[in-house]
């Protein structure tokens, strides 16, 4: 153990014995548990803490040691790779890590039988890793989380209502020049949309991640929205609603970035917040690439 040389004089000034010293520079160094960051998390959240919620751990021991925290949108295996051999061994993730929404391992059956879950499962253990789900708060925080760093990513913060975090005036622009500034800003490259390119848009709704079908469909039905910027929808319901709507003539228009690209920003907003009060470890944001590509 190194011991600070001031510390011991002044130790030695102050006739504190060794044994005292000790004490005091263990205390200094001591590692935080991923237990006590979850805690640290909750104090400075700003909201009250749900009984019921997917903000739990989701594998690995919670009074581990924390030598790094990494915040990432998904914890993909990609993504527990690069966070292992950076010496991180906290993931906090958005999204779920075992493929739905509750992260119950016997969704995929047995998961000795599933070689895909076993492998995940395997590399977590070997690298003594922790998970921990940080979504429902991250999102009920005002403003919301994932918003903010959604709308610092694309520069909107002057486009924002003052009543609804989701909408935006912005300046007169096409639907085709619009879809081309997001591919640019949040560097996605396989986004879908339905509309006519030259449609007049000045009123954006944007929903990220996978919010469903009544939450997308009041927000294109509110006064004046031209398109509606979205994560992932079902394709019998959104995007259909909006292809009829095209067809049916009325200025509406759909971009469906992806999930992974409608929220990222989100998360490192949170990387960004965690290092304002997470003292004496590193916290790092892990980017999740996007699966997707384009033929």
Wanted: glycine share 8%; net charge negative.
């Amino acid at each position: 153990m190194r011991v600070n040389k001031r510390m011991v004089k002044a130790c030695s000034f102050l006739g504190i014995g060794t044994l005292v010293l000790l004490r005091l520079v263990a205390a200094q160094q001591k590692q935080l548990t991923a237990h006590e960051v979850v805690a640290l998390i909750q104090q400075h959240v700003g909201v009250p803490w749900q009984a019921e919620t997917v903000d739990t751990f989701k594998a690995g021991n919670p009074d581990a040691a924390v030598t790094g925290i990494a915040v990432t949108m998904m914890a993909t295996m990609d993504v527990l790779q690069r966070a292992a051999a950076s010496g991180d061994n906290l993931i906090i993730t958005h999204e779920p890590t075992f493929y739905n929404h509750l992260d119950k391992l016997d969704q995929l059956g047995e998961k000795e039988n599933d070689p895909v879950l076993a492998a995940k499962l395997a590399f977590i253990a070997e690298h003594k890793l922790v998970v921990w789900r940080f979504h429902d708060h991250w999102h009920r925080r005002r403003p919301d989380g994932i918003i903010a760093g959604m709308v610092h990513a694309l520069g909107w913060e002057k486009y924002q209502d003052a009543k609804n975090d989701f909408l935006f005036s912005i300046p007169e622009t096409t639907f085709e020049k619009l879809a081309g500034e997001l591919k640019s800003r949040l560097s996605t490259h396989a986004m879908r949309i339905i509309g006519d390119p030259m449609l007049k848009v000045k009123r954006v709704a944007f929903v990220p991640g996978a919010s469903g079908f009544a939450a997308e469909t009041r927000a294109l039905e509110m006064p004046g929205v031209d398109v509606l910027i979205t994560g992932e929808s079902r394709e019998w319901e959104t995007v259909e609603y909006v292809a009829d709507a095209v067809t049916q003539g009325k200025s509406k228009g759909l971009i469906i970035l992806g999930h992974i690209p409608s929220e990222q920003a989100g998360m490192e907003e949170c990387a960004r917040w965690l290092k304002t009060f997470m003292n004496g470890v590193r916290v790092d944001f892990v980017v999740t690439d996007d699966p997707f590509w384009k033929n």
